[in-house]
Antibody, heavy 119, light 108 residues
Framework: VQLVESGGTLVQPGGSLRLSCAAS????????MNWVRQAPGKGLEWVSY????????YYADSVKGRFTISRDNAKDSLYLQMNSLSAEDTAVYYC?????????????WGQGTTVTVSS | DIQMTQSPSSMSASIGDTVTITCRAS??????LAWYQQKPGKAPRLLIY???SLQSGVPSRFSGSGSGTDFTLTISSLQPEDFATYYC??????????FGGGTKVEIK
């Protein structure tokens, strides 16, 4: 069971970026997924949730209207489109599986990908 | 929105100590609380879900309790590998997931 994030890089304020998360070792289409971020030296912040069929999507207030979560079950992949980025979005971004077995607590996590927003 | 307040934010403890970390919700959340351990540069690790259920593979010295608004993570007989930062998480209360602010457990 593995999640591997990619796409993190240095981006200018106001810019856009798309993160990807590749899943393997489990039936990706059966699980809800999340994005969680952690700013340097700070705590964990939940960003977004998507159900297994993409029928239900939620966002944290801090990213609503700027970020879009999506998934492609045929490709076992999760995405996060990030627009209008600011310095406050600088963080390590993790994708994490939400398992109903654990009442939607996140059990499997990727290693994270780093997004730096700076001019 | 429900706020999750974790305390203390940091603490010092010795090997063999019993450590207690508290998470308080701003309103009742039944038992929809999880606990995580995170070490520097690593992803969080699920320890406890549904307030008191131990995740498979987690040592039995970790335990969780509580319901409603007040929850506790207890580490009995602290081991060297337990020095880390711990987070609580409000889950299963859609549309919101909220982490507590974290508790850093350091060596005394």
């Amino acid at each position: 069971v593995q999640l591997v994030e990619s796409g993190g890089t240095l981006v200018q304020p106001g810019g856009s970026l798309r993160l990807s998360c590749a899943a393997s070792g489990f039936t990706f289409s059966a699980y809800s997924m999340n994005w969680v971020r952690q700013a340097p030296g700070k705590g964990l912040e939940w960003v977004s949730y998507i159900s297994s069929s993409s029928s239900t999507i939620y966002y944290a207030d801090s990213v609503k209207g700027r970020f879009t979560i999506s998934r492609d079950n045929a490709k076992d992949s999760l995405y996060l489109q990030m627009n209008s980025l600011s310095a406050e979005d600088t963080a390590v971004y993790y994708c994490a599986q939400a398992d109903i077995t654990y009442y939607y607590a996140m059990d499997v996590w990727g290693q994270g990908t780093t997004v730096t927003v700076s001019s | 929105d429900i706020q999750m307040t974790q305390s203390p934010s940091s603490m010092s403890a010795s090997i063999g100590d019993t450590v207690t970390i508290t998470c308080r919700a701003s309103q009742g959340i039944s038992g929809w609380l999880a606990w995580y351990q995170q070490k520097p540069g690593k992803a969080p690790r699920l320890l406890i879900y549904a307030a008191s259920s131990l995740q498979s593979g987690v040592p039995s010295r970790f335990s969780g309790s509580g319901s409603g608004t007040d929850f506790t993570l207890t580490i009995s007989s602290l081991q060297p590998e337990d020095f880390a930062t711990y987070y609580c998480l409000l889950a299963n209360r859609f549309p919101q997931f909220t982490f507590g602010g974290g508790t850093k457990v350091e060596i005394k």
